[in-house]
């Protein structure tokens, strides 16, 4: 995993929920904990967390999901792709997905789900810092 842990803010978390939210060079970086099942109570954590992280600013998204496996609830999904303060938050997301099926369920996900905002999937991390550059944060 692509985390720094001397840099690195570990914010609270729930039990079965651990993410892990870093601001790096204009963007904001998620890595999901392996094996997490992310419920509707974990989803609005999670919205506080970016929320608070964010402050007052509009950011691009890296969301790592390199060799992890997580479960999302259908109430966490709707969620993370109807909440308006969450997504107001998001000027780009790049996704890390480097597997073959969570590749599809992202695809099928965002095919029911349309983010307002720009989405690419990417298998490295180089690859989606360098997409993302093109997104400044901007105030809200």
């Given at each position: 995993a692509d985390i720094n842990r001397n840099t690195m803010k570990?914010?609270?978390s729930m039990e079965?929920?651990?993410t892990y939210f870093e601001k790096r060079d204009n963007y904001i970086y998620l890595?999901?904990?392996?094996?997490s099942s992310v419920?509707?109570?974990?989803?609005?954590?999670?919205?506080?967390?970016?929320l608070k992280l964010c402050d007052g600013m509009r950011y691009?998204?890296?969301?790592?999901?390199?060799?992890?496996?997580?479960?999302?609830?259908?109430?966490?999904?709707?969620?993370?792709?109807?909440?308006?303060?969450?997504?107001d938050l998001r000027l780009a997301q790049a996704f890390l997905i480097n597997n073959?099926?969570?590749?599809?369920?992202?695809?099928?996900y965002l095919k029911f789900h349309p983010p307002s905002n720009p989405?690419?999937?990417?298998?490295?991390l180089p690859d989606a810092e360098q997409w993302i550059k093109q997104f400044n944060p901007i105030s809200l």
């Open positions: 570990k914010y609270p079965c929920f651990s890595r999901y904990k392996q094996y419920d509707l109570d974990e989803a609005k954590e999670h919205a506080k967390i970016l691009p998204f890296i969301l790592d999901g390199l060799n992890i496996t997580a479960k999302f609830t259908k109430e966490a999904r709707d969620f993370f792709s109807n909440h308006s303060p969450l997504l073959t099926p969570n590749r599809l369920l992202l695809k099928f989405v690419k999937i990417f298998n490295n």
